[in-house]
Each structure stands twice: as C-alpha cells, then as structure tokens.
C-alpha cells in the first residue's frame, strides 16, 4: 500500500457526491500521518495539486469524475520527478475511465482498489491543437457532435450532469448541428476523407457516461480505436442511441471502426474538440497514444 497518498476530492463532482465523502474519507486517512486529503475549489486547482505532489507522494487520489481524473492525469504526467500512481474513486457523473479500467463503482471498494498495492501501467493518449496547445486524456475525445454536446453539457448543474441531462443534451443538440467534412490521417499514411456526424478517438470502450463507444478499445494496447459515424440523418442518429449503450451501433453501414498509434483530423475551423468530455477547441487537432505511461491502483481480475 502507498506510505503517503494524496487524496484530491472534487466536491461538486457528482451532483455534490463527492463532497459528501470528505468526513468518510478523513476517517480513513486519520492513522497515515504521511496522508494529506485537499478539496478543491476551482477548475485547474486538482492539476496544480498533483503536479506539486507528484514528487512528494506515492500515490494521487481522484475523488470525483472524468473532469477530475484528467485534471490528475495531466498534473502526474507534466511534472518532473513523477513517481506517484494514479487511484480513482469515481463518484462524478460519467466514471467512463473507471469503467474501461473495470474498477469497482461503489465508493468504499474503489477505495480499496484506490489504495491498494496493485498498480498497472495504463497507456494515455496526448492532443495538441492546431494553436499548438497539448493536454493528455485518459479516456475518449472527438471531434464533431459529440464535442458540441460535451461543450452544452459544461453549462449544466444538478440532475442534468447525469445520464438523463445527457440524453437530453444530446437530443436538444441534434436539432441545430450540422455533419462536417473532414479528413482523417492514421499513422501518417491512410487518409480518409468523410462528411461526418462525429469521430470519436478512445483509449477505453467508454464515453458519454456509459456509452460503449469503441467496445474492443483496451486501455493496456497501445492503440486509439476511432469511431467514424458518417453522413447520418438525425432521425438516424437517435435511433441509435440505445445501441451506442449496447455497443452494438458498429453493425450500422454508416459507421467505421479504425485503429491506430496516431490520428491528425482536420476539417472545418468552427468544428468543435473534445477531451473526456472537456473542451479543447476547434480543428485541426492531432492525438497520439503513449503506452504504458501511467501506473493506476486497478483491481485484478
């Protein structure tokens, strides 16, 4: 088990959720003197923390969602000196990373899991935009109506930072995007040219809070798994959210599957970016896989 962890709680993660750990969590910190527990105020501050106690701590705790887990991802892997491994207790409204790394969703067994002596090293992907910003992400982005959704549902609070509100997001959406042209490169060679609804670029099998966007996607392979949903009408691409669940929306003619080590995508300049569900701009964007770079505290199975 890690001698000093850090434990970084993002209270409002999860409709408040998260912040309803803290006098659990105090309980359980309260014999490892080495321990330190922060709650975070602002948006940036889990990623300035980690990024501090990166050298100073053998382990860093996300108590929160994707937001969170990312925010610690990103402190963990610019700092200089990282030795500290990354555990989750996911308690926001997607857990989509928790779910592709198969980790308990109940808070007290992810706490095991989180604290644990069990750590796997776990590839993350790295973006750079066209303005030549770069940021790692853990689980999925994409480009395209997925994106526009992730960007309406950072305005939302509440209930409509779950499931539901998604749905509805997603719904309310469809009704002003357009599909863009865009041009997909894999690996620097296969160039594949597309009027798209969206492309989503994975690390893991989940997005959207539960979607199994890429369902052969492993986060332990060294390889981004691209959904390409082509030219699709709306009415067509409602009709396929309950097999976006079931993961069984790669049957349809309209959508491709591809894989490889690096994606460039460039298209239109008012195309939307996601990371995890955050935004990161418009096109041109480049994604490259880095394998094995992250030790995360995971249950075996």
């Not at 000093?4 to 408040?16: F, Y």
């Not at 899991?113 to 994409?142: H, L």
């Not at 959904?227 to 699709?232: D, E, F, L, Q, S």
């Not at 396929?240 to 669940?245: A, E, I, R, S």
Request: charged fraction near 20%; proline fraction near 4%; hydrophobic fraction near 40%.
């Amino acid at each position: 088990m890690p001698e000093a962890p850090l434990v970084i709680v993002n209270p409002t993660a999860g409709s408040g959720r998260a912040g309803r750990l803290v006098t659990w969590l105090q309980e359980r910190l309260a014999r490892r003197p080495d321990a330190r527990l922060a709650i975070t105020s602002a948006a940036g501050e889990a990623e300035r923390l980690a990024s501090r106690a990166a050298g100073e701590h053998d382990r860093v705790v996300a108590v929160g969602g994707d937001g969170t887990v990312q925010e610690v991802v990103n402190g963990l892997l610019e700092a200089s000196g990282n030795h500290a491994a990354l555990g989750i207790v996911p308690v926001g409204s997607g857990n989509d990373l928790a779910r592709s790394l198969r980790l308990p969703s109940e808070p007290a067994e992810a706490w095991t899991a989180a604290i644990g002596n069990v750590e796997v090293p776990t590839d993350v992907a790295r973006a750079r935009s066209g303005d030549g910003r770069e940021r790692w992400f853990a689980s999925a982005g994409g480009i395209g109506f997925d994106a526009q959704v992730a960007a309406a549902m950072t305005h939302r609070s509440g209930w409509q930072r779950g499931r539901a509100g998604y749905l509805l997001t997603t719904v309310s959406e469809l009704r002003r995007f357009r599909n863009r042209s865009v041009r997909i490169t894999l690996d620097g060679e296969e160039a594949i040219e597309r009027d798209v609804l969206l492309v989503a670029i994975t690390n893991g099998s989940f997005y959207g809070g539960g979607m199994r966007i890429a369902p052969d996607a492993s986060v332990h392979d060294g390889m981004l798994d691209l959904c390409i949903v082509g030219n699709v009408s709306r009415l067509t691409a409602i009709g396929q959210l309950p097999n976006l669940y079931r993961g069984t929306h790669t049957n349809h003619p309209a959508v491709e599957m591809r894989r490889g080590r690096t994606v460039e995508i460039d298209g239109d300049g008012h195309t939307l970016v996601h990371l995890d569900g955050e935004p990161f701009g418009t096109l041109p964007v480049r994604v490259e896989m880095h394998r094995a770079v992250l030790n995360v505290a995971m249950v075996l199975r």
